[in-house]
């Protein structure tokens, strides 16, 4: 059939069913995007804007019934989906008030009688997205790159549909012409590859596993198109001899379990300096047990449903491998029983770097704790993996760790602070968690056309 049905992952049940694009709708998708971009582009940056401000309202304004929409189709806590939806309203306000800053030329002394950088829009971008922010990675994505002059077109992660379509109405409602961002519901991926392949399309960005992002940067190379890719993560959380461990067990436990542990973001490992690690298993093994799990619409839910069945299979199996090579479990370690996806928090120590969870990316609620003789031993168990998106490295001496996090290859280095994506700075990984960046200046130049440009007064 050609249709997405969405699961609520705490019950089960079916939440809605959503007709697929056929060919014919799809290229008058295309076509009405790209028609909406050639006009938007001429259209002043000043006046670009004005739609992102009344876009950050109707965010503020709505966010209980947008917040309850995600927590209902992904299961995340419904007072984590709220602060979801109000940092779109921030990012749109952010990229609002700076967005000409960034676009302004930069004039470059050269010997023409004026000579500058000028940054144009590509055209219409692709975006694919995950379901796991399912309101924000559509916002990172589509506030700079709007404002920049572009259009933007959303196939969003098939189980989170109904949000997918509430923000193509949030986006129309603030203002953008017609067609310029579209929300494209897709029942196959060999479409996606044909959207790329499609002239009116100029760039992608993906969000999301290193299979899809392989499969669209192959589709991009072939058509030779600009891409950005964020993947997965295994961040460390590098916890140093010298750190105050009463106060960071509960920090470590939030980067751990922050959307049931499904964030790419999340820390995922926890390197731990031999001298602290039995007080650290103890306060986290504790804190983890008094999480309150249930359903995510009640405020009180610090835990919910993991989005899909099979990602309970998927951290089921990490677990279980990992607990046959020698991990210790401090609690948790298996399914909850009754309806829906659940499974319990859980802490492993005696964690070793042949282990699942410590070289696979763990998506959910499992908390890998690796024992280091030293701090080098700490640094270097961090930086073995073969993914670099963020790091964090916990001590009470700040220009130590900056020293010793310059060994972990990442995206982002945090010292004494749980890592956060912030409109403010750049975003995106290196090694297998991607390339090319989102937020910031640096995020929103990245679907311009950084133009040189060389004038004379006369020909010479
Ligand atoms: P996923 O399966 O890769 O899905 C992400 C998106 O890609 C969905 O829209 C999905 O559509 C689509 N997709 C999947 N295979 C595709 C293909 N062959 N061609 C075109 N599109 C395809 O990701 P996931 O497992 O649900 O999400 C979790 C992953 O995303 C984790 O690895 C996580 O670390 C990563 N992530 C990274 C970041 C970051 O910023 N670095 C942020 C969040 C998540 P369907 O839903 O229709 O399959």
Redesign the pocket.
Known sequence: MNA?ITIDPATGEELGRYPGLDAPALDASLQRAADAQRTWREVPVEQRVEPLRRLATLLRDEAQTHAELISREMGKPVTEALAEVRKCAVTCDYYADRAAEFLAQQPVETEASASFVAYEPLGVVLA??????PYW?VIRFAAPTLAAGNGGLL?????VTGSAIALESLFQRAGFPEGLFQTLV?TD?GM??EIIADPRVAAVT????????A??AT?AGRALKKTVL????SDPFVVLADADVEKVAPLAVRARFVNTG????CAKRFPVEAGVIEDFERRVGDLVEALRIGDPLDPATQIGPL??PSFVDDIDRQVRESVALGARVVTGGHRLDGPGNYYAPTVLADVTPDMPVFRE?T?GPVMAIVRAESADEAIELADDTRYG?AASVWTADMERGLRLGRGIRSGALFVNSVVV?DPRLP???VKL??YGR?LSREGMLEFTNIRAVWAMESVA
């Open positions: 997405i694919v997205m995950p379901w796991n922010f990675q196939k969003h992660a098939s189980n897709l991926h996606v590859d993906l969000t999301g596993s290193e299979a899809a992002g499969s669209v589709a964020e993947l997965g993560g499904q964030s790419c973001l989005a899909k990316e998506f998106l994506s975003f995106g990984g968690s991607g989102e």
